[in-house]
């Protein structure tokens, strides 16, 4: 189990009953919390009340198989991020890369070892926990570039030469707080009205005697 953490609530689908009590045992010996389901259709159903950490998926069922139950989970938003295992007897490599491409992110054939069940689902769950960790971190990155535009927009300038006041109190030049705040570097030169001005300006010195 992971430390600082709630228990993990694994969902075991699978139609044959010793597969699922040798499955459920181990595992709520190691302190997760276990939900069993004996079908693809009822998994689908107890998916919509409660949510699972991960999901330990036989491929072999009737009517709802398991590729047909991992590619209708991955289908649903709200349930395309859950990790789905596939434990199964097939182990033909076809079955394999298929499971791949309906979205498990493991397999696992049976007769299987309860230590490698559990190392897969520990590695699953602690990837799962990270990306969770990774996209709040991105949300608040982008909760805070937004606030960042926002106040930036809203700037404390001198109406008359044109100064920006700065986070601490200080007045400064635009040059000077763009290349503060962007790292941005500046060439000068004139616009056309100020280069006329300008002109305006050279040509009423050389008429004055």
């Not at 919390?33 to 491929?59: H, Q, W």
């Not at 000077?176 to 500046?186: D, L, M, P, R």
């Amino acid at each position: 189990m992971f430390e600082n953490q709630s228990p993990a609530v694994i969902l075991i689908v699978d139609d044959q009953p010793v597969s699922l009590k040798l499955l459920l045992t181990f595992l709520e010996r190691r302190g997760f919390i276990m939900l069993v389901a004996c079908s693809g259709e009822e998994a689908l159903v107890l998916i919509e009340k409660t949510r699972p950490d991960i999901i330990l998926l036989d491929i072999m069922m009737p009517r709802l198989d398991g590729y047909e139950t991992c590619r209708r989970l991955k289908d649903n938003g709200a349930t395309a991020d859950i990790p789905v295992i596939f434990v199964t007897a097939l182990t033909n490599l076809e079955d394999k890369v298929k499971g791949f491409e309906v979205g498990g992110v493991d397999y696992v054939t049976k007769p299987f070892q309860h230590e490698e069940v559990l190392a897969r689902i520990s590695t699953h769950l602690s990837l799962a926990r990270l990306r969770k960790e990774l996209e709040g971190k991105n949300q608040q990155l982008q909760t805070a570039l937004d606030e960042i535009r926002q106040l930036a927009g809203i700037l404390p300038i001198c109406a008359k030469c044109k100064k920006i006041r700065d986070d601490d109190g200080y007045w400064q030049q635009v040059e000077k707080f763009i290349k503060t705040h962007t790292g941005a570097e500046f060439t000068h030169g004139y616009c056309p009205d100020c280069y006329a001005d300008e002109l305006r300006g050279l040509r009423g010195l050389q008429k004055e005697p």
